[in-house]
């Protein structure tokens, strides 16, 4: 009897009633971690993933920091008793499939290539949460931060994004949507490049780009940066700004996003002024 009350209790706790927002929501993917935390009423969300907490890849680092912690291991999402289970389509397959077929309700989100996908996960968000309103909020002032950015200049630089290991953004990317947002031509695009993609050292000190958005080499050597330390690339950066866009402003699609267009755009406008 009491291994069918435990089944019943578990059976309840992960269908709530139709209409009803969910009590207490677990996030195992760090894009889903912050638009639940941007948009959860006080002790909806119970636990998000530890990337949440990684001021590197997470804009809500200081914010995640009450909530439980989880890993996104099927055994301890169970036994957290969840209502409404956040993953992204490429978050740990094995536990969503297990968790799914435990009965638990898994609402998978897709990564956003563009700021209408960003629109769309965030209704859908707030429709999950019972928060449309707030998201509404939210949205309002995205699109209040992304009107802010002037427009496209006559004279408009091009702007090569060179990540670890020579890879780049071109187009169908939220990287590649930013740029555009931000009033600049993006190398990718311009190369012809979809999604992401290698970008030797030769190909981007040939294209001759106007500005470079990248990360400065770590401090220790790191192969993963070995072309940041070439000294094609810094002869390439003569006279040019190395523009260092944080990753977490484009890791996840978010109204945050709108942060990295403005940091381009200003870099634009100073590279305008020159």
Same mark, same amino acid.
């Given at each position: 009897?009491?291994?069918?009350?435990?089944?019943?209790?578990?059976?309840?706790? /992960?269908?709530?009633?139709?209409?009803?927002?969910?009590?207490?929501?677990?996030?195992?993917?760090?894009?889903?971690?912050?638009?639940?935390? *941007?948009?959860?009423?006080?002790?909806?969300?119970?636990?998000?993933?530890?990337? =949440?907490?990684?001021?590197?890849?997470?804009?809500?680092?200081?914010?995640?920091?009450?909530?439980?912690?989880?890993?996104?291991?099927?055994?301890?999402?169970?036994?957290?008793?969840?209502?409404?289970?956040?993953? +992204?389509?490429?978050?740990?397959?094995?536990?969503?499939?297990?968790?799914?077929?435990? +009965?638990?309700? !898994?609402?998978?989100?897709?990564?956003?290539?563009?700021?209408?996908?960003?629109?769309? @996960?965030?209704?859908?968000?707030?429709?999950?949460? $019972?928060?449309?309103?707030?998201?509404?909020?939210?949205?309002?002032?995205?699109?209040? =931060? *992304?009107?802010?950015?002037?427009?496209?200049?006559?004279?408009?630089?091009?702007?090569?994004?060179?990540?670890?290991?020579?890879?780049?953004?071109?187009?169908?990317?939220?990287?590649?949507?930013?740029? @555009?947002?931000?009033?600049?031509?993006?190398?990718?695009?311009?190369?012809?490049?979809? $999604?992401?993609?290698? *970008?030797?050292?030769?190909?981007? !000190?040939?294209?001759?780009?106007?500005?470079?958005?990248?990360?400065?080499?770590?401090?220790?050597?790191?192969?993963?940066?070995?072309?940041?330390?070439?000294?094609?690339?810094?002869?390439?950066?003569? $006279?040019?700004?190395?523009?260092?866009?944080?990753?977490?402003?484009?890791?996840?699609?978010?109204?945050?996003? /709108?942060?990295?267009?403005?940091?381009?755009?200003? =870099?634009?406008?100073?590279?305008?002024?020159?």
């Amino acid at each position: 009897m009491a291994g069918l009350a435990t089944a019943i209790a578990l059976f309840a706790a /992960a269908h709530p009633a139709r209409g009803e927002a969910p009590k207490r929501v677990v996030s195992m993917n760090l894009c889903t971690d912050q638009l639940a935390m *941007l948009m959860a009423s006080d002790g909806q969300l119970y636990s998000v993933s530890h990337l =949440a907490k990684d001021p590197a890849a997470s804009v809500l680092a200081e914010e995640a920091a009450p909530f439980v912690t989880n890993h996104g291991l099927a055994e301890e999402i169970f036994l957290m008793k969840p209502d409404l289970i956040l993953s +992204g389509t490429y978050t740990t397959r094995a536990t969503v499939d297990i968790l799914k077929r435990l +009965g638990f309700r !898994v609402e998978e989100f897709q990564p956003e290539s563009s700021f209408d996908d960003i629109r769309a @996960n965030v209704r859908r968000m707030g429709t999950l949460l $019972g928060r449309d309103a707030r998201a509404e909020e939210l949205l309002q002032a995205m699109d209040a =931060a *992304l009107a802010s950015v002037p427009s496209r200049s006559a004279k408009t630089p091009t702007i090569a994004l060179y990540y670890a290991n020579q890879f780049t953004s071109g187009r169908d990317t939220l990287a590649g949507e930013v740029v @555009n947002r931000a009033g600049l031509n993006n190398l990718g695009e311009k190369l012809g490049l979809q $999604g992401t993609q290698k *970008l030797s050292l030769e190909q981007l !000190v040939m294209a001759k780009p106007d500005l470079i958005a990248a990360h400065d080499a770590y401090p220790a050597p790191a192969l993963a940066y070995e072309a940041q330390v070439h000294p094609a690339f810094r002869a390439a950066l003569q $006279g040019k700004d190395l523009i260092d866009v944080p990753d977490k402003y484009w890791i996840c699609g978010a109204p945050f996003t /709108a942060q990295a267009v403005k940091l381009l755009s200003d =870099a634009a406008q100073r590279e305008s002024h020159k």
